[in-house]
């Protein structure tokens, strides 16, 4: 029997990657994993509430960042940069990739190559969410 180009394509289609499937196995099978996903969790709403809280929409204008290759640049002293409160927003948006979508991209890690590189991942993103809080604290002047 021949077959038809049609049916070869369709009988070689990748497999729909299920998120929710792969976090059963997670659950069933890896604990630590599903541990460093909760904590990641956990500091990223940490930092999305920290970030809304130090928001400050009141200030016309607000330091949004740090930079001493800015401040030699500019021919100021010290790098700092105001601008618009509403560049803070990035803090948000941040703590949003980090929780969400990064552990989305971990399952689908964890699925395709197994658990060391997703919690490589998960722990480098972790790193990440305390890097955005010691630039936070230094832009707020409080660190």
Known sequence: ?????????????PKKLNFA??????????????????????????????????????????????????????GLSGGYRRDSWLNMLAFPLLAILFGLVHNLLALRIYRKYGKTPALMLIFVTILLVLGTFVVMLRLLGEW
């Not at 949004?64 to 640049?73: A, F, M």
């Open 21 to 74: 499937a792969t976090w059963k196995e997670v659950m069933r099978k890896q604990r630590g994993l599903m541990v460093a996903m909760i904590a990641l969790l956990i500091v990223s709403v940490v930092l999305l509430i920290f970030a809304l809280v130090t928001l400050h929409p009141q200030g016309t204008v607000v330091i949004v960042g740090y930079g001493d290759v800015y401040g030699e640049i500019a």
């Open 1 to 13: 029997m021949v077959r038809d180009k049609d049916d070869e394509e369709q009988s070689v289609k």
